[in-house]
């Protein structure tokens, strides 16, 4: 009997032993505030850039015609080099246009005599009139002659100048300056006038252009996302990379951008204009140009694993205040994603400490619940290293 209450004596002790270590343990949790670790949001000016695939065109065209047919007498350009406005590249047999226009002269010439003789008649017939020796009829008829042979002048003449064209149109010439390829005829060739070959090309290259191609939905994004609010690129504002990754030296700049959308592609056109000076940029070549757009000013950068979102929709965001407070922020306005980071424009300020890890621990601050934490070791920061190579890499 004694050793049974022996028993329930320790089994009663045990039992309060152990319910005294399990409220204990139970305190020590609920003492505690969970650990997180912070990230310290940083300014950034970040520079709106796009890469397009470009295409190099010629600023000016010409394709070199004959404006008569003959026989190619003479080439007057070497092939593959510069050539000036107003340069001799052909001539054309002038023969038979010579012979046309010689003719002319000499009509002229006729016309001009016989109108001649027609106003010395007109000029006696007067006097004659007023001495009655003719009637008024013979006179009318001698004025008519006299305007007829005036106006045969004036056909003369113009048949002079329109033979003096075609002369000179056997002297083919370069209408503008610039670099002229391979020619398609060579001497002793017989060409038409309105022929639909050219017989050689003149490109200008300097200043040259490139033409790029963007989704219309895109462009349409920079232009009028309202979220997005920068200061736009002045000046030149286009890079060019060739295909081996190099970069052209001089920057270019904007000319126009097309209205109009391609049906088939969905795509804009934009012609950017590149000085050209020492021939670098050639017609047809396949480049990359990169394009500004402008700067998001007091932008932040925020690690990714820190931004969530919710049923909404939103974006939204966990903030350790200096209090140790927990504040849960909602409708954060995100651009765009560099390397691990997102690039945030409203709702996150500049200095505030986002919680990146830890954030299991904080469920329940998002339906209201006053929460706190402590930060586990310093805020991170990036260095202005890691922050211009993140810059450098981001563009779209």
């Not at 912070?38 to 796009?50: G, N, W």
């Not at 639909?196 to 895109?218: F, G, H, K, N, S």
């Not at 140790?324 to 995100?334: C, M, N, P, S």
């Not at 690039?343 to 706190?372: D, F, Q």
Request: a neutral charge; aromatic letters at 6%.
């Amino acid at each position: 009997m004694r050793f049974n209450k022996l028993l329930l004596t320790l089994a009663l002790s045990g039992l309060l032993l152990l319910t005294g270590c399990d409220n204990n343990q139970s305190q020590s949790a609920n003492g505690q505030l969970p650990k997180v670790t912070v990230f310290k949001v940083q300014p950034l000016d970040y520079t709106l850039k796009i890469s397009l695939p470009g295409r190099v065109v010629a600023s000016q065209i010409a394709e070199i015609r004959p404006q008569v047919s003959g026989i190619v007498l003479n080439r007057e350009f070497e092939e593959s080099s510069n050539v000036k406005a107003g340069q001799s590249l052909y001539q054309i047999d002038p023969a038979i246009y010579q012979a046309n226009y010689d003719s002319a002269v000499a009509s002229v010439e006729s016309a001009k005599a016989n109108a001649n003789i027609a106003q010395l008649t007109l000029k006696r017939y007067a006097g004659l009139l007023n001495t009655k020796s003719i009637s008024q009829q013979e006179y009318d008829k001698a004025a008519a002659d006299a305007k007829q042979a005036e106006a045969s002048v004036l056909v003369a003449q113009a048949a002079e100048h329109a033979a003096k064209v075609n002369l000179d149109y056997t002297k083919v010439y370069s209408p503008i300056d610039g670099y002229i390829g391979k020619s398609s005829v060579t001497e002793g060739a017989l060409v038409s006038a309105g022929q639909a070959a050219p017989l050689a090309l003149v490109q200008q290259l300097d200043p040259i252009y490139v033409d790029m191609t963007e989704a219309a939905t895109r462009y349409n994004k920079y232009l009028q996302d309202e979220n997005i609010v920068y200061e736009p690129a002045k000046g030149n504002n286009v890079d060019l990379f060739f295909n081996d990754g190099s970069k052209y030296a001089l920057s270019g700049s904007i000319k126009f951008s097309d209205m109009t959308v391609n049906e088939t592609t969905g795509t804009v056109t934009l012609r950017s204009q590149f000085s050209n000076s020492e021939g670098k940029i050639l017609p047809g070549m396949f480049v990359k140009p990169q394009m500004t757009l402008g700067t998001i000013k007091n932008a932040v950068l925020v690690p990714q694993q820190g931004i969530t979102s919710n049923q909404k929709g939103q974006y939204t965001a966990k903030i350790l205040k200096p209090d140790g407070a927990v504040e849960y922020r909602q409708d954060i306005k995100i651009y765009t994603g560099i390397g691990g980071y997102w690039v945030v424009t409203s709702g996150i300020n500049i200095g505030e400490e986002i919680i990146t890890t830890g954030l299991l621990n904080l469920t329940g601050v998002e339906t209201g619940t006053a929460m706190n934490a402590v930060a586990v070791g310093k805020p991170a920061e990036l260095t202005q290293e890691q922050l211009d190579s993140l810059i450098k890499n981001s563009v779209k």
